[in-house]
């Protein structure tokens, strides 16, 4: 019987988007609004050190980017459409359109422009995050595993990385790596408790319920507002177990699964207002 408990499927932003910074603002990733969940949707803040082409074809127009810091993704969309059309080869473009596309919910185009700024030679490591989180916003689970470890390849030290790829390790059932990704989560980030919870998950799949139900106890003695938490304990029994075979099922339903996105046709995506 599957013993899978609810997570909050979020970064350690839960499902607030994050605040894009432009290059010309120089963006510091931040611990506490970095682990980058599946999202609703969710971002990181965009690296300005690429290594693409030539250093000229990597600058990025500074209204473009402006629109992009400020959340005017339509506009973004528009500037960095025109960017990408006078310099096709412009890596940091493409994944500045990708970005602004997946913040309109455009999935699919996203993965595109995010495909093309990495066969241009792109290699930040929040490129490859964000390309599996969109990936897996696509039920492509097999594909955002490669992107995100790509994306920990690059970043190792960037906790959001280890903790996106034991999200999608968890969902494959590859427990093992799950496991081995958020305890390098909480060694870089210790006490971070959308990890934590994920290892109670962890340990529940793996039928290890009192471990999972001391974890959770852990979590609601330290953070009693931490909602997972508390519904993880509310479906265990005095016993331990599970308290019956229809929880389960229950539990799967209330995950914060990615949600289906209908790709997005160019006149779709043309018709989105200037503003």
Known sequence: MSKAMNIRSSSFTALGVILLLSLWIWCN?????????????????????????????????????????????????????????????????????????????????????YQRAAALGLRNWDLFLNLGLAQADNGDLRAATDSLRRAVLLGKDHSESHFNLALVYERRGMLIDAERETQATLRLSSGQPDARNLLGVIYADEGENVRASVIWRELVRDDPDYEPARTNLALLGSSGEVASEETPVAIRAIRDEPQLHFPASETELNSIPAQ
């Open 29 to 113: 990733p931040i611990e506490t609004a970095s682990l980058v969940p599946m999202r609703s949707p969710t971002a990181v803040c965009l690296s300005a050190t690429p290594l693409a082409a030539s250093t000229e074809e990597q600058i990025c127009d500074l209204d473009a980017d402006y629109s992009l810091g400020v959340g005017d993704y339509p506009e973004a969309i528009r500037l960095h459409r025109e960017i990408v059309r006078q310099s096709p080869r412009n890596a940091l473009a493409h994944y500045h359109l990708g970005f602004a596309l997946g913040m309109m919910r455009y999935r699919e185009a996203e993965v595109r422009e």
